[in-house]
């Protein structure tokens, strides 16, 4: 693949971002405002910031490209505003409810602690594919794959067809046992195709071949439900790049946190939801493998945030890799779907702050302004407050240099709209800030001290990195009421679109599952057996450019003690099993179990089971290369100058703080706080004592 540039392009809920990168590791960012519905818009405009920053046009850059890859929020922007297609959901007779039974239990999924206190008046979320859209079918296959009833071909053509006249224009099909027998639904596919050849078609088996009907039904009922608009999505802008004289093929970002193909993405959306925080995830994982030192724990551990004008978003990096899951959740359903692990609270820059009449307090999020109208000081018609309101009436942030003077911000509406959330209170405008820094604040850090202790981390023995156009605001303040004593704001300005470069830095990733309940004792042929079929599998299923750049297939399987219902994931040696290589295989889970709940947690003499194999294809296509750069040499900084900055822990009381242009920090560049450093795309507001030095490759790291 030839070309000088790689673009990634992330589209968040308030702006979306663009990073360059050169064919000699020079890095620029570009920012637009997201413009949903039509996505496209705003990803070009991104582009076109960007290629303004290094002098050329961006019908030149696109031409230039030799790869172009992109996070989506196509998908999860049809879910919230519920933009989703009309959708059937055919099943297996006597299954129809499998929905809306949500398997009891799960019926808490989702809920805060307020709400499950009161239960007895909450309702179940809106049906995914209402009643009248759930068709049952005559077929049968029993546990082991053996086919109890067969499906009957003409009744249910003609119930596909029925749908088809009632305006149904995407079909999931989930039929019980499938995992141990896909053959009905692959048949009933056909049928589908026949039918209606224009319609969106999602198989339970392509989608989440694994047991748990339940779970699986949510994940290729969500994956019908968002299939044609992101379809449409990808198809209106690979064409539109292709206008502007792309010649490659355009790579999306996965939850499962690699890339894949703008074809697989179209076939499995399902793929795309979340793939932005992901994408950061993964930037601060190779950002930490190249820093190495004193930017990453002795045991590699790291804890990510990523505050951007929507929501907060967590990570996890344990011993250098990334912290994945097999189940996720879009509202209160929960599926069954290969995910990095990033835990989402709605504490952002565009995060509502309002008065709360049944606790009589102010309350943050989890609402957001979004990009339209945007907080009240972008004077495009918000009136409620947000925290970048605050940030703002606090003086964190400059009205004449935000986005680097793109976007003038007006502190008097946003003095207006903070009085009118604090006046039930009695507040100022200035206290209804501080009140609200303090609050999102708090939440971000009980966000992190939730996602850290659950993976059995304790925050203290953690880094931690910043990135987001608000993390470098807020997250100084957060790290230190955790006990962080090191965090990292990746690449300076960098950090406001770190996920645009985590995309841009990601490798190409296909991830297969197979369902396969073994009990101990394990026949390694059994092992040796299941992982031969998955690996052909997943090599079958790799698009021709990733076949031809060397991937390397790593192996995981899903583990748990006999009669346990929870399970874990570990690593799986590669090569032919044997006694040793089964051995290895439980004692890994002995220690990840205890790691996990604690010594003497484990209860070996019940037995072992393994519930799943797994095997993921990865392959460095285009991604990009971090580059140290400078001596790294301490030298102090003078300051542009100074403002008054309200600084909450402190008091009231406003303080003359010196005020840092970004613009003029190199490697080794040292300052102290209390100080505000203002950059093009974001701000750093350091807290009193704390010391930031820029390192060799551009990144801010703080004592906290």
């Known amino acids: 693949m030839t070309g000088r540039y790689v673009i990634g392009v992330d589209i968040g809920g308030t702006f979306t971002d663009c990073v360059l990168l050169d064919d000699e590791g020079r890095i620029a960012i570009g920012k637009a405002p997201s413009t949903p519905p039509d996505f496209h818009e705003g990803f070009l405009a991104a ?117 088809v006249a009632d305006g149904v224009e995407a079909f999931a099909v989930t039929f019980l046992w499938s995992t141990a027998n896909d ?70 970002m996965s939850c499962t ?48 945030g990523d505050m951007g004008g929507t929501t907060f978003d967590v990570g996890v990096i344990r011993r250098g890799q990334p912290v994945t899951r097999s189940e996720t959740r879009y509202g209160q359903y929960e599926y069954f779907v290969p995910t990095l692990d990033v835990r989402s609270v709605g504490s952002g820059g565009g995060s509502i702050v309002a008065y709360d009449e049944e606790t009589a307090s102010l309350r943050v999020g989890p609402q957001s302004a979004g990009a339209v109208p945007g907080p009240a000081a972008y004077l495009r018609g918000g009136e409620k407050a947000t925290v970048t309101d605050a940030d703002l009436v606090l003086g964190y942030l400059n009205p004449e240099y ?57 925050p203290r023995s953690c880094v931690m990195y910043a990135y987001g156009g608000a993390g470098a605001v807020h997250c100084p303040q957060v790290a230190r009421s955790l006990g962080i004593r090191t965090l990292v704001i990746p690449l300076g300005d960098l950090a406001a679109g770190w996920s645009a470069f985590g995309v841009a830095s990601s490798d190409a990733m296909l991830v297969q599952d197979m369902p396969l309940v073994l009990a101990s004792p394990f026949d390694p042929d059994a092992l040796n057996n299941a992982w031969k079929q998955l690996e052909e599998e997943v090599r079958a299923a790799m698009p021709e450019g990733m076949r031809d750049a060397n991937p390397v297939l ?34 890994a889970f002995e220690e990840e179990y205890e790691r996990l709940y604690g010594q003497g947690s484990g209860y070996p003499v019940a037995g072992f089971m393994v519930t799943s194999l797994r095997v993921s294809a990865r392959a460095q296509m285009a991604a990009a290369e971090l580059t140290a750069r400078g001596d790294g040499v301490p030298h102090d900084v003078a300051p542009a100058g100074e403002r008054d900055v309200i600084w909450y822990e402190l008091g009231p009381d406003p303080v003359r703080t010196p005020v840092y242009r970004g613009s003029e920090f190199t490697s080794g560049s040292r300052v102290v706080g209390p100080a505000i450093v203002e950059f093009v795309d974001t701000t750093l507001v350091l807290r009193q004592g704390q010391r930031a030095i820029v390192d060799t490759y551009d990144s801010i790291v703080i004592e906290t």
């Open 554 to 587: 790593e192996r995981s399987a899903e583990m748990r003690f006999t009669m346990q219902v929870n399970q874990i994931r570990i690593p799986a040696p590669d090569g032919v099993y044997g006694p040793d290589e089964v051995t290895q295989l439980v004692a």
């Open 402 to 458: 935000f986005l680097g003077g793109d976007i003038a911000l007006g502190t008097q509406a946003a003095r207006d709209a903070l009085e009118r959330a604090g006046s039930p209170l009695g507040f100022t405008a200035e206290q209804t800030a501080a009140a609200a820094a303090r609050i999102v604040d708090d939440q971000m850090a009980d966000a992190i001290r939730l996602s850290s202790i659950q993976q059995g981390y304790d």
């Open 47 to 163: 582009i076109e910031v960007a290629a303004a920053r290094i002098g050329i046009g961006a019908e030149v850059l696109i031409g230039q490209a030799r790869a172009i890859v992109h996070g989506c929020t196509v998908a999860t922007n049809a879910l919230v505003e519920k933009r989703t297609s009309r959708t059937a959901l055919l099943t297996t007779a006597g299954h129809g409810d499998t929905l809306s039974f949500m398997q009891a239990g799960h019926r808490l999924a989702g809920l805060d602690a307020r709400q499950i206190a009161r239960l007895a008046g909450h309702t179940k979320p809106e049906a995914l594919i209402p009643k009248s859209l759930v068709v049952e079918v005559d077929e049968r296959v029993a546990a082991d794959g053996s086919v109890i009833v067969a499906l009957d071909e003409d009744r249910v053509r003609d119930q596909v067809r029925a749908l």
């Open 183 to 252: 053959r009905h639904e692959r048949l009933l596919g056909r049928i589908i195709s026949e039918e209606a050849p224009d319609a969106f078609l999602s198989l339970s088996c392509e989608v989440s071949p694994r047991p748990g009907e339940y779970q699986r039904s949510v994940a290729t009922a969500i994956n019908a439900m968002i299939g044609p608009v992101t379809s449409t999505y990808l198809q209106q802008l690979t064409a539109r790049l292709q206008a502007l004289g792309y010649t490659g093929e355009l790579a999306v």
């Open 257 to 304: 946190g690699g890339l894949i193909d703008a074809a697989r993405a179209s076939r499995l959306p399902l793929l795309t939801i979340g793939s932005g925080p992901v994408a950061g995830l993964i930037g601060a994982g190779k950002l930490a493998q190249a820093m190495g030192g004193g930017t990453a724990a002795d045991d590699g551990n790291v804890l990510t």
